[in-house]
């Protein structure tokens, strides 16, 4: 099956894992680090787009709604629709705020900051 985009609507995670985020602009802003899974709707939570920090020391996380990635044949990698500025102004977090509370802070504070509708 495939989405209205042509993409086949399922996807490994290990081939998810570790492909080029691109906004808008077209300028790399990370790369997708993990994805953090619903256990109780059996969906994608978000995706962990991981930037700064110098040989993983410092290093902070965005969640980046699921839905608000398209991927993209030509750039090999996924497109957010958002500015330079808004990724550098959104929430970021360690791994382990990523995980507290059961991901749900980070969820609800990533669906807010990108003014995407929940999936909840």
Do not use: C
Not at 15 to 38: C, F, H, S
Not at 64 to 72: E, F, H, K, V
């Amino acid at each position: 099956m495939t989405t209205h985009s042509g993409h086949t609507a399922a996807i490994p995670a290990t081939k998810v894992i570790g492909t080029a985020v691109y906004n808008t602009a077209g300028q790399n802003i990370g790369t997708i680090e993990d994805v953090m899974l619903d256990k109780l709707s059996n969906g994608i939570m978000f995706a962990v787009i991981g930037f700064g920090g110098f040989l993983g020391i410092g290093e902070k996380f965005h969640a980046i709604p699921w839905s608000a990635l398209d991927y993209q044949a030509n750039t090999g990698g996924y497109v957010v629709p958002f500015s330079k500025e808004q990724l550098q102004a959104a929430p970021a977090y360690s791994v382990a705020e990523l995980t507290g509370n059961d991901g749900q802070e980070a969820r609800d504070a990533s669906y807010a900051y990108f003014k995407i509708e929940p999936y909840w």
